[in-house]
C-alpha cells in the first residue's frame, strides 16, 4: 500500500498497520489515533511519515499514545512536519527541559485567551501549519482540549449558502477579544504591541494548500467583523459560522493524559481549552511548524 499526500479523501483508508504504525479514525469528521511506535531520535523513516502525513491531512488531528514521544525530544519527532517555530508572548515561556517548546500552564491561563475557539498564531496573516501539544502535568480532572473540523462544519451547509459565504472578507484583529489588552497592561506598550500586530483581511471561506479542501476561515478569537457589511449581518453571519463550529458532529473532545502527544493541522482545525481544573496544574509544552 501507497500512503497518498496531499489529497483529501472523504473516506479515507485506514492504514491501520502501516509501516509498523497503527492508525485508527477517531469519528468521521476528525482526529484519529496512533499507537504501535516509539520514536527515539534522529529522522523518522519515510514510510512512518508518509503514513503519518496521509491521515494528518485526512483526519486533521492525530493522538499518539503516551509513551510514543517524551517531553524532550517530541520537537524533534515533529520535524517530520518542517521546522518547529518558537512564538508567544510573556505568559508563555520557553520549557525548562526542552527550550524549543514553549509552556502553556493553567497558572499563568488567566492571561491567555485559549478557552475561546481559535487557531494558533491566527493573529497574524501567516499562522503556523501545524501545532503539537504534549502533555506534562494535569490536574486531577478537567482541562479537556476540544478540536473541531473547520471544513466539515462548512460542508454541513448548504451549497448556495457556502456559495455567498465565497464572496464575503473578514477582518482579522489581534485584539478583537482582548489578547493584549490582557496582557499588556501599560499603555505604551498595548500601544506598541497592537502597532506591531495590525488588523488584516481574510476570506471567509479559505482553501486548504495542499488538499484543495475548503473551510471557515473566520474564529471567535481573532474575527472581528464582515467587510463592507451592517453590523446586524455581520454579527449574525459570523454566529452562524461560530456556532458551526460548536456542533458536535464535526468535533474531538481529547481528555488529556501524561506524555500524551497530539499534532493538527492548524490551517483546518480549530481548538479551545477547557478551563475547569479541579486539584493540580495542567501544564502543557507546545511547539508549531512554520
Avoid: C
Wanted: aromatic share 10%; hydrophobic share 40%; net charge neutral.
Amino acid at each position: 500500500m501507497t500512503a497518498k499526500l496531499h489529497v483529501y479523501e472523504e473516506h479515507a483508508a485506514d492504514p491501520s498497520g502501516y509501516a509498523g504504525v497503527t492508525i485508527k479514525p477517531w469519528s468521521p469528521a476528525i482526529g484519529a489515533r496512533v499507537s504501535d511506535y516509539r520514536y527515539e531520535k534522529g529522522e523518522v523513516p519515510e514510510a512512518v511519515r508518509a503514513a503519518l502525513l496521509h491521515a494528518l491531512y485526512n483526519h486533521g488531528v492525530l493522538v499518539f499514545e503516551p509513551g510514543t514521544v517524551t517531553a524532550r525530544n517530541f520537537t524533534d519527532f515533529i520535524r517530520f512536519l518542517g521546522e518547529p517555530l518558537n512564538y508567544g508572548g510573556p505568559h508563555t515561556p520557553k520549557a525548562a527541559e526542552n527550550p524549543a517548546a514553549l509552556t502553556i500552564d493553567s497558572e499563568r491561563n488567566k492571561y491567555l485567551r485559549n478557552h475561546i475557539w481559535h487557531v494558533d498564531g491566527g493573529y497574524s496573516p501567516n499562522p503556523p501549519r501545524f501545532t503539537a501539544l504534549y502533555a506534562k502535568e494535569l490536574p486531577e480532572s478537567g482541562g479537556d482540549t476540544i478540536f473541531a473540523n473547520a471544513a466539515r462544519a462548512l460542508e454541513l451547509f448548504d451549497p448556495l449558502f457556502r456559495a455567498y459565504l465565497e464572496s464575503l472578507t473578514a477582518i482579522t484583529y489581534s485584539d478583537a477579544t482582548g489578547h493584549l489588552a490582557d496582557r499588556y497592561f501599560d499603555p505604551e506598550e498595548l500601544a506598541r504591541q497592537r502597532a506591531r500586530l495590525p488588523a488584516f483581511e481574510v476570506p471567509l471561506i479559505a482553501t486548504h494548500p495542499e488538499t484543495g479542501r475548503k473551510r471557515i476561515n473566520v474564529n471567535e478569537s481573532y474575527t472581528n467583523y464582515i467587510k463592507g457589511q451592517t453590523r446586524v449581518v455581520s454579527q449574525n453571519i459570523l454566529g452562524i459560522l461560530f456556532d458551526a463550529i460548536k456542533a458536535p458532529e464535526v468535533q474531538l473532545r481529547l481528555t488529556w493524559q501524561p506524555g500524551l502527544l497530539a499534532i493538527w493541522d492548524n490551517r483546518v482545525v480549530q481548538h479551545k481549552g477547557l478551563k475547569d481544573y479541579a486539584a493540580g496544574n495542567r501544564v502543557l509544552y507546545r511547539a508549531t511548524i512554520a
